[in-house]
């Protein structure tokens, strides 16, 4: 399957967004790389925003298709009142930390992550992805929206047309792509199941029912009964952090159709989502996916057939169904994913150019398997564990043993 892509667009400036352009501008065959950002700065989800507002929730909310989050308002100098930036609510809270090692959350190509914390704030993470986004901010078109992008067809060949606003100056403007890459992240819409009662529960009683996005700091539980519902690494986070102030005991309870390996749309492949896995170590997973794309759509890498693409989807939902957990790679299934994509970008043809991230490897394996553990003894070292740079630190020590799919 060949493609004549010389013009590409990136929706999206977070950790997957640039991980793309760079490898995209990395390949050196794209005439046009267009970078459509909402915010302001590069970051995506990692960027700060106080504004919390609660009364927006619906309860229960649980269709991830909503309409596109209307921006709020910074004013560019103080006491001026001027909108210059637009502001969009992220799940970032005051004290979160990563829940990844630093050296293990790094993109392989820059390996300046690991000065802070072994487990980062979220401010030194936004900082380390402005960085690492210096040599593609050039591309980045700030503060304008993607709002629609349509196919159409010249030449035989499939263009996009994405549809965009400059939220600034509230101008439209469509331009033409021979392939766009969608990096817009799955962690802006919040999801409240319809449990029964919730609905009669949230007129009784309006505005005590949130979500993790809207969390920034515990003091609105102090001395309140709470109930957590959701153990993952959110959950657990903010948990913690509410039991501090909350009375006791506090209660805790616990897919994209028609894609290729995760990425490729399979009947147009010349559109891709970068970051569709979940429960992934996202930004090296993010470099894997990129270093794939830019070699297919410049010629040195294939696919296979159509009918093979939906042999691979058939048998995916045959062992994880077609929901959700069509995406989720635990288990260290995201680490073989990894491996897998850059096996596959090695054969692309001609060695020069692109970057290409190295696989994971048997210590990888077992720092991965180990994460839950090593997070919960940096968190036992209170505040001593802002000093704590490595595992080995916290008593973690690797004996190579041969892991089974390590390489």
């Given at each position: ?23 995209l501008?990395?390949?050196g ?36 298709h ?19 930036k ?7 809270y005051?004290?979160l ?7 293990m ?10 000065i ?14 402005n ?19 349509k196919r159409?067809?010249e030449?035989?060949?499939d263009?996009?047309l994405?549809c ?8 439209v ?14 962690h ?16 009784a009683?309006p505005?005590?029912?949130?979500h993790?996005k ?19 690494a ?23 159709k ?12 010349s559109?891709?989502?970068?970051g ?24 040195r ?33 995201d ?5 897998e ?7 692309a ?12 490897n ?13 997070k919960?003894?940096f ?27 390590a390489?």
């Open positions: 399957m060949g493609f004549a892509v010389r013009k590409v667009a990136v929706v999206g400036a977070g950790p997957a967004g640039i991980a793309t352009a760079k490898h501008l990395a390949e065959h794209f005439e046009v790389i267009d970078v459509f950002e909402q915010q302001a700065n590069t970051g995506g989800v990692w960027n700060y925003s106080s504004y919390a507002p609660l009364n927006e929730l619906r309860v229960p909310q649980t269709s991830p909503q309409p596109l989050e209307e921006p709020r308002w910074k004013p560019s100098k103080p006491g001026e009142g001027l909108p210059s637009p502001i969009f609510v992220t799940p970032m005051d004290k930390e990563s829940n990844i090692p630093h050296f959350m790094k993109y392989s190509s820059d390996p300046s992550l690991e802070e914390p072994l487990f980062a704030g979220h401010e030194s993470v936004l900082q380390y992805l960085k690492y986004a210096e040599n593609v901010r050039h591309l980045i078109r700030f503060s304008t929206q993607v709002y629609d992008i159409q067809v030449g035989g060949h263009r996009w994405a965009i606003k400059d939220l600034v100056s509230n101008k403007s469509e331009r033409l792509y021979d392939a766009i890459a969608v990096a817009s992240g799955h802006y819409v919040p999801m409240l199941p319809d449990i029964p009662g919730i609905r009669a529960w949230n007129q009683y505005n005590v029912i949130s993790s809207y969390y920034r700091t515990p003091d609105g539980f102090r001395n309140k009964k709470t109930l957590v519902v959701g153990n993952s959110s959950g657990l986070d903010i948990a913690t952090q509410i039991s501090t102030v909350s009375k006791h005991p506090l209660l805790n309870s616990r897919r994209s028609n894609t290729y390996q995760h990425l490729f749309h399979i009947k147009y492949p559109l891709a989502f970068v569709l896995p979940i429960k992934i170590l996202p930004f090296r997973t993010f470099e894997g996916q990129a270093a794939i794309i830019s070699r297919i759509w410049s010629g890498l294939e696919l296979p057939p159509e009918s093979d693409m939906k042999v691979w989807e058939c048998s995916r939902i045959a062992d994880r169904g077609g929901g959700k957990k069509f995406h989720e790679l635990g288990n260290l299934e680490l073989r994913y990894h491996n994509l850059i096996d596959w970008a090695l054969q043809r001609s060695e020069d150019g692109g970057n290409m991230p190295p696989k994971w048997e210590r990888d394996y077992w720092v991965r398997k180990n994460i839950p553990a090593i919960k003894a968190a036992d070292q209170g505040a001593a564990r802002h000093s704590v740079r490595s595992i080995e630190e916290l008593g973690f020590m690797f004996q190579p043993q041969g892991t089974k799919g390489t």
